[in-house]
């Protein structure tokens, strides 16, 4: 059974940096073709790609935040932690984390965790 | 900019057959881009619907479909059903990132 979990500060103050930890078990972050993604959705909005690291390290981020965005992992503890840096009110969201895999040519994200809601407010 | 649109919302009756499409400023839709499709229901996550264009999870009812379709991905759902009303959103493959479409409300009526 495959599962993904969030966690993190419910509430953080604007310039400060937030950090998240994906915990997940069923599936190894040693496995080729296996990454993890982070994936934010502000309150009424739409779903934002944010960054996402493979197992062999390669680490990829949005291009609209990849100055803000640092991804690592730590594939004996099954984590995966995204820090943020400079937290603005508008990156209030849920954060949420998922499974990318490769399988022969084909794409999919699959396994997704409930999310965990950050405020950013003073 | 990269934008990836679909529409804001559509209206089905319970039965009906209706596609939601998924389109890239940056030209035709192709195998390449791996559209993924997903579904949400509020206050839920996310859950994975089609992946590469036109694959179902295992997970998936046999009513939705994923193509591409006029240079747009597709996700069609054949035979309605009440609980298929909530949120639809397509994944897109972008030079090493990926983008999300701004989601289509779908309502059953």
């Known amino acids: 059974q495959i599962t993904l979990k969030e966690s993190g500060p419910t509430l953080v103050k604007p310039t400060q940096t937030l950090t998240l930890t994906c915990s997940f078990s069923?599936?190894?972050?040693?496995?080729?073709?296996?990454?993890v993604a982070w994936i934010r959705q502000p309150p009424g909005k739409a779903l934002e790609w944010l960054a996402l690291i493979y197992w062999d390290d390669d680490k990829r981020y949005s291009p609209s935040l990849k100055s803000r965005l640092t991804i690592t992992k730590d594939t004996s503890k099954n984590q995966v932690v995204l820090t943020m840096t400079n937290m603005d009110p508008v990156d209030t969201a849920t954060y949420y984390c998922?499974?990318?895999?490769?399988?022969?040519?084909?794409?999919?994200?699959?396994?997704w965790g409930q999310g965990t809601l950050v405020t950013v407010s003073s | 900019q990269t934008v990836v649109t679909q529409e804001p919302s559509l209206t089905v009756s319970p039965g009906g057959t209706v596609t939601l499409t998924c389109a890239s400023n940056?030209?035709?839709?192709?195998?390449?881009?791996?559209p993924n499709w997903f579904q949400q229901k509020p206050g839920q996550a996310p859950r994975a619907l089609i992946y590469s264009t036109s694959n179902k999870h295992s997970w998936t009812p046999a009513r939705f479909s994923g193509s591409l379709l006029g240079g747009k991905a597709a996700l069609t759902l054949s035979g309605v059903q009440p609980e298929d009303e909530g949120e639809y959103y397509c994944?897109?493959?972008?030079?090493?990132?990926?983008?999300f479409g701004g989601g289509t409300k779908l309502t059953v009526l």
């Open positions: 940056t030209g035709a839709v192709t195998r390449g881009y791996y």
């Open positions: 998922a499974r990318k895999y490769i399988v022969g040519t084909s794409v999919l994200f699959d396994y």
């Open positions: 994944l897109l493959y972008y030079d090493y990132s990926w983008m």
């Open positions: 069923g599936f190894s972050l040693s496995t080729s073709g296996v990454a």
